[in-house]
């Protein structure tokens, strides 16, 4: 995750809920909105965000939230200029709930996203090849666009839970989403 927001430092981007928002949450930035529930919803409030800014918005998902709730591939998919971006970081657990195993690895995620209309679609296992995926989407905006990074499960601790309240995220968020005069 870290290589992705050093490659797009400035996009809005939204984090799933879980060990992801609270990772992202460590970097503390304003163009960072932070999901501190509504598991699954991730992919559907950035493609609200990339609707109504149209700017490339950046979705930090994980292989269970996509899993939790993949109507949001339909959506994203149906808007073909849709400026957005899924990185779907696939460990194969649900990390955030005790590690237990999800089926991500068995289902063909990047073939979901081919089917609900994804036009760029992208498989990494590397930095080097996050790094190339993102800064090639980054240079043609305008197509929703979907990484599976594969990842293996973090044996760190994860940083504490997201304690700013929702409204001081949300407002933090908004703002920062306003045009510029």
């Not at 928002?21 to 960072?32: D, F, Q």
């Not at 994980?62 to 939790?68: A, K, P, T, V, Y």
């Not at 957005?84 to 995620?109: A, E, K, M, N």
Request: proline share 8%.
């Amino acid at each position: 995750m870290a290589v992705a927001l050093a490659v797009a430092p400035d996009l809005p981007t939204v984090f799933t809920t879980g060990f992801i928002s609270r990772i992202g949450a460590a970097t503390e930035r304003r163009n960072h909105f932070y999901m501190t529930g509504s598991m699954g919803l991730a992919l559907s409030l950035g493609t609200g965000v990339a609707l109504s800014s149209g700017r490339t918005t950046l979705v930090v998902d994980g292989d269970g939230s996509l899993l939790m709730n993949p109507v949001g591939l339909i959506m994203a998919g149906a808007a073909p200029d849709l400026p957005l971006i899924q990185l779907v970081l696939d460990d194969g657990v649900y990390d955030s709930t005790g590690g237990q195993c999800s089926p991500g690895r068995q289902v063909d995620l990047p073939g979901w996203a081919r089917a609900c209309g994804f036009s760029h679609v992208h498989t990494v296992d590397t930095e080097t090849g996050l790094k190339r995926a993102l800064r090639l989407e980054l240079e043609q905006p305008g197509a929703p666009v979907f990484v599976h990074c594969l990842v293996t499960p973090d044996t760190a601790p994860p940083p504490p839970r997201v304690t700013d309240h929702l409204e001081g995220i949300t407002a933090r968020f908004s703002e920062f989403l306003q045009p510029q005069v």
